[in-house]
């Protein structure tokens, strides 16, 4: 008798956070940051590698980063400085 | 190696200040692209209200005129599919609106001269202006959006054109402008012009009910198989509709939670001749 | 590191240039001028001069850009293969694939903006891309291509930066001081170093890639009212397909290649062997994907699922499923399995032959993917048609025309083999 009104009240306690957890997750788009750290964390993982890599060149250190940044950027900057010459188009 | 790190600096100074140079030279217009953003209307009407929609389809008699007041009302230009945007579908009796997905093209169309038909009834549908937008979640500008008061709202200055939106539409309610739209004869004022390249779809009439009026087709209608209200206030005909009369939603199991529900309560459609003679 | 003579053949397509090369890249140019023009045409005259509509709103070249995608993951799957598993038979290509990572990823992400309807605007993608990147599963895509491209970009450099110290002096003065221009801080001795970061790179790109395809796959299979769009298996459908048709495209190259330059004793027959194999049984795993995806799609489906099925096994698609499944997948992987059953030797003519239709049967395989589910709404309009139009053909011809130009262009100015690694 007591196992039946443990499990009910188990189940009612689960049902209560499962819902609530699937509401928050529901208005804040939680999703999208989980997929967004699947490629951080990699991401992060080789950027501490490489600065803790060794041998300790330093200079290799420098130009990961100077490379992350130069592309990254230029990605960015790229398509700005499409959209301009595309704007004189259409 | 000074050498080196001497012309790489100045080639790092040199990009930069081609970067200057060139911001400069782009034209106002592109940089007001990158302004706070401003709705394709007025500004919402608060969460106290729900936006909503009762169509009646035993009432309906598919004249189209919703359609084309529609049209006229918004500045809606043609689209490849479709005439504006709302649709109204030709459907068989024996097709009933559980079995929509199942209809082969030959049972419905949106192409029709005179109706209504006997044996048809008539399906129409525009955005649904859902709860729970699959639009919405998937545009990855935020071109549209759901207001406080129940509209999915369109902005034709964020819209990229990627047809996102389009894709996960379960009811089609999108359109998309497949080129210039050419201006109409007599443009409503009140109704933005879209470029090329952006997607539109039905706004409830937003510049009219959030100043109080009825959207276009409601009052074009006429049978009066449209309804409009807030779906909040229990006063307005769409609540009373919805607390007294069977109703349904097009594809519940889609999970959108529509904002426009069916009714089947006004005058039936005329019955199916051959139908009837075997059935008596 | 000095240059050695007996490697100096690998050294060819940085010192010779015949007049096929110059034939090639007029040809190329040519193409491009086209498929140039008809993006101005598309642009003035707005996304209707496709063949488009709004039922059938993306066609050839979103199927275009999932075909790019694909075949770039050939790069990290080698990198990872010789530099994660010791697979060091394959080093003489690992720099052919990488290449053609770079190529095809900037074809991928030149494809999505040939769709966009206002292409002026795609910088709005970073403007709002904090607001929106919690859910919108295009933004999510973007970000991982952007990362895969700058990390296979780098990677790319730092295996570059041993040979171009080496050769700075031996390939011709623009080239040397482009080299040198490339080789800032360099030191002897660096390479141990690098070697240790260009391992972690490998073995960090790998999830990254999984993720890449598998974000591609999600802006499909998470709508519910796409009947064989929607599903769970999406993601590792498309990564099979990727692999088959990137390892099918390095094959290609790799033996245009070493015909065209004698490097016979270099690629060894064995690189393809493995190569082909390996393709082989990729290809085998995506007819149990295909197969799998039709049973569902039919056995005890809901109505729209078993009209897009039907779609492909009958109607307006078929001769083009049944044709590319045939002829394109099943004939070439069973031809390759019995060959590499019966005898030792690998038949490199058939290889070839077999890695052409694969990639060729993966492309309409693209297009089947993202046309016939549009073609039939769950609306009870009318079955949606979709014939694309000159411009779609020019455009997707020109992507391809700019990917070969792309490694065309790299092969002139950069060695296409690992220099270093020969030297050792």
Avoid at chain 2, 35 to 48: L, Q
Wanted: glycine share 6%; proline share 6%.
């Amino acid at each position: 008798m007591k196992s039946l009104i443990l499990l009910d009240a188990l189940r009612f306690l689960g049902m209560s956070v499962g819902s609530s957890v699937a509401e928050w997750y529901a208005k804040t788009g939680v999703t999208g940051y989980i997929v967004l750290a699947m490629l951080v964390v990699p991401l992060t993982i080789l950027m501490l590698a490489v600065l803790f890599v060794k041998p300790r060149r330093w200079h290799v250190t420098k130009i990961f980063f100077m490379l992350l940044f130069i592309l990254y950027g230029g990605f960015v900057g790229g398509m700005y400085v499409m959209g301009v010459l595309l704007q004189l188009i259409m | 190696m000074r050498m080196v790190n001497r012309r790489r600096f100045l080639q790092v100074i040199g990009a930069g200040g081609a970067a200057v140079v060139l911001k400069s030279m782009i034209p106002a217009n592109q940089l007001q692209l990158l302004a706070p953003r401003t709705a394709s209307s007025a500004v919402s009407t608060g969460p106290e209200k729900k936006f909503g929609m009762v169509v009646d389809v035993g009432a309906c008699i598919g004249c189209r005129q919703c359609v084309y007041s529609c049209k006229e009302e918004n500045n809606v230009p043609d689209s490849p599919d479709q005439l504006a945007w709302i649709d109204v579908f030709e459907m068989d009796i024996k097709h009933p609106v559980t079995e929509i997905h199942a209809v082969p093209p030959d049972y419905s169309t949106t192409n029709y001269t005179d109706s209504p038909k006997p044996g048809k009834w008539y399906l129409s549908k525009n955005c649904f202006h859902c709860e729970n937008p699959n639009c919405v979640k998937v545009c990855p500008v935020g071109a549209t959006f759901k207001a406080e008061d129940g509209i999915v709202e369109m902005d034709y200055d964020r819209c990229i054109g990627c047809r996102y939106c389009m894709s996960a539409c379960p009811y089609n309610a999108r359109t998309f402008n497949w080129k210039e739209p050419d201006p109409p004869e007599n443009p409503n004022p009140e109704v933005p012009l879209r470029p090329a390249g952006v997607v539109e779809k039905c706004t409830f009439c937003v510049h009219r009910t959030r100043e109080g009026k009825l959207p276009k087709c409601v009052e074009a209608c006429p049978v009066g198989a449209r309804h409009f209200g807030d779906l909040n206030d229990p006063e307005s005909p769409v609540r009373r509709i919805l607390n007294s009369e069977f109703s349904f939603r097009l594809m519940d199991e889609m999970n959108t939670s529509p904002m426009l529900y069916y009714i089947s309560s006004g005058k039936k459609w005329l019955p199916d001749q051959e139908a009837s003679e075997d059935t008596h | 590191m000095e240059m050695k003579d007996d490697v100096r053949y690998l050294l060819k397509p940085l010192t010779f240039t015949g007049r096929r090369f110059y034939a090639f890249i007029a040809a190329l140019v040519g193409v491009i001028g086209l498929a140039g023009y008809a993006w101005y045409v598309q642009l003035t005259q707005g996304l209707g001069v496709t063949g488009m509509n709004d039922t059938t709103i993306w066609g050839l070249y979103i199927s275009n850009f999932i075909f790019f995608i694909g075949i770039s993951h050939a790069g990290i799957a080698i990198s990872a293969a010789v530099r994660l598993a010791s697979l060091d038979k394959y080093k003489p290509i690992m720099r052919m694939a990488e290449a053609l990572t770079l190529a095809s990823l900037l074809m991928a992400a030149l494809s999505i903006v040939l769709d966009l309807g206002r292409p002026d605007r795609s910088v709005f993608l970073l403007t709002y891309f904090l607001e929106r990147v919690g859910q919108s599963p295009l933004l999510w895509d973007i970000t991982a291509v952007a990362t895969y491209l700058v990390l296979s970009v780098t990677y790319l450099y730092f295996s570059l930066r041993e040979d171009m110290a080496i050769l700075k002096d031996e390939v011709g003065s623009w080239r040397g001081k482009l080299y040198t221009f490339l080789l800032p801080w360099y030191e002897e001795g660096e390479e141990e170093t690098i070697s240790r970061v260009a391992w972690w790179m490998a073995i960090c790109i790998l999830p990254i890639m999984v993720m890449v395809h598998t974000t591609v796959a999600w802006i499909f299979s998470l709508l519910p009212n796409r009947p064989l769009w929607f599903g769970a298996a999406a993601g590792p459908y498309f990564i099979v397909a990727a692999v088959s048709s990137g390892i099918a495209t390095v094959i290609v190259i790799a033996v245009v290649l070493r015909y065209l330059f004698g490097w016979e004793e270099y690629i060894k027959p064995e690189v393809i062997k493995g190569l082909t194999n390996f393709m082989a049984i990729t290809s085998l795993v995506y007819m149990y994907f295909m197969f799998a995806e039709h049973m569902t799609a039919r056995f005890a489906a809901p109505a729209p699922e078993v009209r897009v099925s039907n779609a492909w096994f009958f109607g307006e698609f078929s001769l083009l499923f049944w044709g590319m499944f045939i002829f394109g997948i099943f004939i070439p992987t069973f031809a390759l399995i019995i060959n590499a059953i019966r005898s030792k030797e690998v038949n490199i003519k058939l290889s070839v032959a077999a890695s052409v239709t694969i990639v060729l049967a993966l492309w309409i395989k693209r297009v089947l993917i993202i046309v016939p589910t549009q073609t039939r709404p769950l609306m009870p309009m009318d079955y949606g048609l979709y014939i694309p139009t000159w411009v779609e053909w020019s455009l997707v011809a020109g992507t391809f025309a700019a990917a070969a130009l792309i490694y065309t262009l790299f092969l002139k100015i950069f060695p296409i083999v690992e220099i270093s690694e020969e030297l050792h």
